[in-house]
């Protein structure tokens, strides 16, 4: 208890309340997209995740779950990560400090201790309240747990180096040994900090030397390799080789080599072989997933129950392999290869080397490095992804010119140990991308992969701090009076510009605090099915937050999801076949390991049966909503199947849609999530009736009956769920607003139907709805003419003065170009009647570029087909005041002068008879 009054233990606890604090307010309330549904999910049941598998999280995580911290089990599981990066955040401030008091020694004063403490305050929370650490630490993601083992063994290895000549400082790297093992059942970046680890210690112990070196280097590379692939592949190796036996067998031989070594006094073989004993243990979590698995919980992917298959989860098998070094062909499997090359089948140096500089290296790491520490872009590119590699948008670049100061600070006062935090940026950064070798495009951003060398950075930031307090310390040494206030000014300054402004700049992006649209969209998912459904998922968006629903809160376990991607896989389509709720599959096991993506060259039609009595019902069905219906001649479904993969064939999901549909016959109602993508539904476009976020399949054409009214009508005002998607305190990424667009559409497809049947009332009701579910002010639009076909509808529903809100609004908030504002023209002149406001954006348009004159030229024409020639006229004079030399515009006069003349002449001639 002594230490935690010592000065450096209250400002470390500070920093750890601080961060915790903050990261409590925003952490997410229930369970968010991509994978932590299923986190939360195999947590609170103790199933199996996606390989590699995270037991030790999953362990953990179940302990969270039957806390009592709150009602949501989502939120419990998510407090894992805010109580595990506050902890981080402590460990950062403590590194600092640690790194300073290598060449200024132990805080003895106040003015090392301001400096000192400062500056690992302001360091500690830049990385805490920069970009990727706070999106980490606020949901239930193993990259907030990853990067705490990352900090807690960088402090342990700096802690060694004050007892290293003592015997008890062993101590320190076999806790390291046995934390690097608990961190692979987290996730392997942990492993990247081993080379730092090595280089501190071999500084600390060895002589410089070139032969110390190339031993130290071996011995650090030795390591890395029985730890990975060592121990993490080799070992199931062997127990799928030669059964468990030589596994249990291999801690005896440790140990009793263990004793060995003491008796013979060998200190440094000793404390290897107890560090990899150490390793092992730690490592052992991984038993939970062979244990687990064979009770068959309701999640268990990949099934990994015996040898055979836990080694292929632990390879992470499912997901193919992939070149680390080969850039040309991670090029050539990318979608937008076309952007590096025109010969992508043989692409040439020049193009492979574009890809890697500025796509894997600037795009997706360098531009993600801006983000925590120079600024964040706000410019969308093609792709949809923030287009600006560097910005200094919010911060100006401030925590990264103060990060290069430390680096040059640190390097200067003491290399070995700046050496090595730069060992530890380039491998947690560079090395992961080269690592990865990703194509192009990634389903999301990657910035969360790469916060071990946002963590390395920010110890250069609070060292870049230490830089500017020495240095107003030597240049006020003679000044005692002002040198403590210009150096307190001095680290207020810091606080406001850097971890404070990081704050501001990244509060509200960063909070979930009342964002419930992963949990709320699932939820109506699911209620959009009728009981027993089968339900296609596309990927993990649509998946894993229904898993959490479903076997966390027990909501609607009789519909069956069956994800698309994963039913490319054997174990997957056989789980789908055995457990309750069964999907009907009429294949057995070796049918079911033989399948494979099947040849397909072209486009074929093909047939499923349905059964007659079937068809017929459903026939009446469709008669009862419009009496005109007519049903094609075909006595089944029947549709055109394109291939699926490169052109040339099609998958095993795609095969097994068709297997699924034959087998079910009906029986069971069939849905596509709205998110499957078009080309995953195998042609049944024809067949899919929209009845909110999903997709019925019928067993008949819909031929233009695509939605039931009723049903749609009561799924979106009675049966779904809009939490806080009224609430503009609420932040939505883009992400999210695309996927709330879905809303959207159903919306407005009922209420194009109600107009199409001329029923305005209910038109109106139907969008009222909507806007009172998701007003645009919180939820935008997709896009700007989604807003204005909402005042579109409005105004054919008998309220055209929403159109001219929405219209008004667009231009006074975007910049559009004079182009594009002339696109408005005709909104005012002719669905509004506003000529005077058509008129003036006419003329704002002209003024800014008289080329831009088809907007006069369209209000000319409109007037001069209404026979209003004296208006239409006094237009092209004023198109003219602007424009004098348009060439159009004086034809236009001319032949208008003529036609008002005649009309004079001929008003004149009625007057004289």
Known sequence: MKVLKEPKSIVALFVFFVSFIVYTMTVA????????????????ILGIPHPPGSPLFILVGRIFSILPIGEDIGFRVNMMSPLL?????????????????????????????????????????????????????????????????????????????????????????????????????????????????????????????????????????????????????????????YSFFPVLLLPVILAFLTVLAVQKKKHNYSLMLMSLMLVLVGYSTYNMIYIRSSLNPAIDEN?????????????????????????????????????????????????????????????????????????????????????????????????????????????????????????????????????????????????????????????WIGIGVSFLLEYISDALRDNDKLKRPAQLALVALLLIAVPINMLAFNYREHSRDGNYVAHDYSLNILESCEPDAILFTNGDNDTFPLWYLQNVEGIRRDVRVVNLSLLNTPWYIKQLRDQEPRVPIRLKDRQVDALQPMYWPDE?????????????QWIEKLRQLDPAYKPDSSMGLRFVLGPTIQGQGIRVQDIMIMHILEANQFKKPVYFAVTVSPDNKIGLDKYLRMDGLV??????????????????????????????????????????????????????????????????????????????AMPEEVVPPAYPDMSILIGQMYRQAGRPEELKKRIDKLLRGTDFTPAQKSQFVPYYAQELRDM???????SEILQKDPSQYQAYAY???????????????????????????????????????????????????????
């Open 604 to 616: 074929r039609e093909l047939e499923i049966s349905v059964p007659p009595q079937v068809r017929e």
């Open 695 to 772: 997709f019925r399949v019928l067993p008949v054409k819909t031929n233009g009956l695509n939605i039931d009214p009723d049903l749609l009508y009561k799924n979106l005002t009675e049966k779904y769920t809009y939490r806080n998607l009224n609430n503009p305190d609420v932040y939505y990424n883009d992400n999210i607003i695309a996927l709330l667009g879905n809303y959207r559409s159903a919306f407005l497809k009922l209420t194009q139907h109600y107009l199409s049947k001329n029923e305005k009332d209910k038109a109106l009701a139907v969008l009222d709805a909507m806007e009172q």
């Open 29 to 44: 309330p229930t369970t968010s997209f991509w994978d932590c549904g299923e986190f939360i999910a195999c947590s609170y």
């Open 303 to 459: 099934a990994p129950d015996t040898p055979e298959k836990f080694v292929s989860y632990l390879n992470r098998e499912q997901y193919g392999d992939w070149s680390i070094m080969d850039r040309a062909s991670s090029l050539q499997r990318s979608p937008n290869a076309h952007l590096y090359t025109k010969n992508i089948q043989n692409p040439e140096p020049e193009a492979v080397r574009d890809f890697f500089w500025n796509y894997q290296i600037k795009k997706m790491f360098v531009r993600y490095f801006g983000w925590q520490y120079i600024g964040k872009g706000d410019t969308k590119g093609p792709d949809g992804l923030i287009a600006e590699i560097i910005s200094v948008r919010g911060l100006w670049g401030i925590p990264f010119l103060l990060g290069f100061l430390g680096l040059m600070h640190h390097f200067w006062n003491d290399w070995r140990r700046a050496l090595s935090i730069f060992v530890l940026f380039i491998m947690t950064g560079i090395a992961i991308v080269i690592y990865l070798n990703q194509p192009d495009p990634q389903p999301r951003e990657r910035d969360y992969a790469y916060t071990g060398a946002f963590f390395a950075y920010a110890l």
């Open 85 to 241: 990066s506050a902890f981080s955040a402590m460990f950062t401030f403590l590194i600092i400090v640690r790194l300073l008091e290598v060449w200024q020694g132990k805080a003895d004063s106040f003015e090392k201790k301001l400096i000192q403490y400062s500056s690992g305050v302001i360091g500690a929370l830049a990385f805490a309240w920069s970009d990727s650490q706070w999106f980490n630490s606020v949901e239930a993601e193993v990259y907030a747990a990853s990067l705490f083992f990352t900090a807690i063994v960088v402090w342990l290895v700096l802690k060694w180096m004050d007892d290293a000549d003592a015997p008890r400082g062993d101590r320190w790297l076999l806790l390291i040994a046995y934390l690097v093992g608990l961190a692979l059942g987290v996730h392997l970046l942990n492993l990247l900090a081993l080379p730092m680890v090595f280089m501190i210690i071999y500084f600390r112990r060895e002589q410089l030397s070139l032969n110390s070196a190339v031993k130290w280097t071996a011995i650090a590379a030795g390591s890395f390799v029985v730890i990975y692939p060592g121990v993490v592949k080799y070992i199931p190796k062997t127990i799928e080789l």
């Open 836 to 842: 005077a406001a058509a008129e003036s954006l006419a």
């Open 859 to 913: 209000l000319v024409e409109i007037l001069r087909r209404q026979g209003d020639y004296d208006k239409s006229l006094e237009m092209v004079e004023s198109w003219l005041a602007l424009d004098p030399e348009n060439p159009m515009a004086k034809n236009t006069q001319k032949q208008l002068q003529t036609l008002t003349g005649s009309k004079k002449d001929s008003a004149g001639a009625g007057e004289e008879k």
